[in-house]
């Protein structure tokens, strides 16, 4: 199993109002479809699966939010492919060993573009950022 390529197809970044105050941001990620794609690195023994995701970062109180939606592209031998298809078809579940694989690499791309938009438009980022402390200050010995 391969991923073998990303596509946003879709970025909004909204900001409703100024922020103040606690604000709670929760994301969220869910594959809405997967299908077979005919790509020319494919070949009889291996096929493309397109996972079509959409992350959605909502900030509470409701000053803002962040949505995306694009596709990962993922190789897998032909008969995998299938049941992985198939299963997706029967009940929209993926199987676990394939889903961790799948979301990291949403999530990994999302929220890189979700923190470049959040500044773009003045809003909090939307996964912790670290930050520095201020040192103490050493006791004096006497």
């Not at 909204?14 to 997967?34: P, R």
């Not at 939606?69 to 029967?90: H, N, Q, T, Y």
Request: glycine share 4%; net charge positive; with cysteine.
């Amino acid at each position: 199993m391969t991923i073998v390529g990303f596509n946003f197809t879709k970025l909004e970044a909204e900001k409703k109002e100024l922020a103040k105050g606690k604000i709670n941001i929760n994301n969220n990620v869910s594959i809405k479809n997967v299908e077979e794609k005919k790509l020319s690195l494919a070949n009889d023994k291996q096929k493309v699966l397109s996972f079509t995701f959409e992350f959605i970062a909502k900030y509470d109180p409701n000053v803002g939010s962040i949505k995306f939606a694009g596709d990962v592209l993922f190789m897998e031998e032909s008969k995998k492919a299938k049941e992985i298809l198939d299963g997706w078809k029967k009940d929209k579940k993926l199987p676990k060993e394939i889903m961790p694989h799948i979301l990291n690499t949403v999530l990994s791309k999302c929220n890189i573009q979700a923190l470049i938009l959040s500044e773009q438009v003045n809003l909090p980022p939307p996964i912790p950022l670290p930050k520095l402390q201020p040192a103490q200050s050493a006791q004096k010995q006497g």
